[in-house]
């Protein structure tokens, strides 16, 4: 353009015979050959049926009856899908295909016996003509899925475990950890005799009251097996970790507690005293502060909670410093909302019973009392 500009400037040719000069000596590019795919080969023409061995014509027949079959399937229409997949297997009764079809239809009109029978059978012909392992692999799971239909889980495992042997798939490990599961489960409610927990638990107190903590420990951990939906149990396994200083253990032992009764003040109780050994004294003054709430005159409560208060109180600094390393403290306490609520607490004491209403803003109050960060009196 800067060209251009300088040629009108001399005066020698106007803007029109510039343009016009320039037209005549511009050389479009040459056009670019679209590039051409490589062109498949042509597929062979299929024989005509006429032109089919007898072997041959029986398969072609049996896959078109497979193919019905497999519509009828779709469309729930399991007479259909049942005549046609059997149509299939009386022109190739060597193919395991069908035979797990037909059991396919069984398993959804809930014929279970039906189903396993075919199942057994897809596995002998599968064997006799060498069939895919992950044709055989579904017989056994299918089969497999029976059982667990009818709650067998032990049966369901066994055959399970025999689809993986052939072939492994995540869906059927997946069920075989769901069936095992189940077992034990079953194992657990089958071994529960409240009676025998009693018992347990009386052997238990003997070793107690002799200090022999280890032993009593077996036996209270022998009485939870037997009954594990009794919280006593859990509170006078706790009192054994505390002795032994097993605190971790004595502080999952009271949780679990106090989740079966939330008004067993025992539970409450322990807590405190392994929160204690834990040196951390704000949590268990809370945790006293729960006993106290469920009877305001129990001494142990009463006790616990002067001894725990005053160590927490008596360096604050140290309490606030340990708090302050919490995250979900440190998140609390940044909280707009929960600031706002902090500041409505002091002013209004009464605002604290209709914020613990709500059961988030509860557990964040929770999480500071333990924390030392605030107290309620």
């Known amino acids: 353009m800067a060209h251009i500009q300088s040629l009108m400037k001399d005066g020698n040719m106007n803007f029109e015979e510039l343009l016009s000069q320039a037209q005549r000596t511009y050389q479009p590019p040459p056009p670019q050959k679209a590039k051409q795919e490589p062109k498949e080969p042509p597929k062979p023409a299929e024989p005509m049926y006429e032109d089919l061995s007898e072997e041959d014509q029986k398969k072609f027949d049996a896959k078109k009856a497979k193919e019905a079959g ?29 035979h797990n079809n037909i059991a396919a239809v069984y398993f959804e009109q809930k014929e279970f016996e039906k189903c396993i029978k075919e199942c057994e059978k897809a596995i002998d012909v599968g064997r006799e003509n060498r069939a895919d392992f992950k044709l055989i692999a579904k017989a056994f799971s299918r089969i497999g899925n029976v059982h667990r239909k009818q709650n067998n889980w032990t049966q369901a495992k066994v055959f399970y475990e025999k689809a993986m042997s052939e072939h492994r798939t995540p869906e059927v490990k997946t069920l075989l950890s769901e069936v095992e599961k189940k077992i034990k ?24 009251k002799k200090g022999d903590y280890s032993n009593a420990v077996k036996h209270y951990s022998e009485a939870i097996k037997r009954n594990p939906e009794d919280p006593k149990l859990y509170s006078n396994r706790a009192a054994c970790y505390t002795k032994l200083a097993a605190f971790d253990l004595g502080l999952k032992d009271c949780e679990t507690c106090i989740k079966l009764d939330s008004t067993f003040i025992k539970g409450y109780i322990r807590k405190g005293k392994i929160l204690q050994g834990m040196q951390q004294p704000s949590k268990a003054s809370a945790a006293y502060q729960k006993a106290l709430e ?7 409560a009463i006790e616990g909670y002067r001894q725990s208060s005053m160590a927490y109180q008596s360096n604050p600094k140290e309490v606030l410093h340990n708090a302050m390393a919490d995250p979900e403290i440190q998140q609390i306490l940044k909280d707009p909302a929960m600031r706002l609520i902090l500041d409505q607490m002091q002013n209004d004491p009464n605002a604290l019973r209709d914020h613990l209403q709500n059961p988030e803003i509860s557990g964040k109050i929770t999480k500071l009392i333990e924390a030392g960060i605030i107290s309620i009196h």
């Open 70 to 98: 497999n519509a009828a399937y779709k469309k729930k229409d399991f007479e259909n899908a049942l005549l046609n997949y059997n149509k299939a297997l009386e022109f190739d009764p060597t193919d395991i295909t069908f």
């Open 294 to 300: 469920i009877d305001c005159n129990n001494s142990e």
């Open 185 to 208: 489960e079953e194992e657990l409610k089958a071994y529960i005799d409240p009676s025998k927990a009693e018992e347990e638990k009386e052997v238990g107190n003997q070793f107690f």
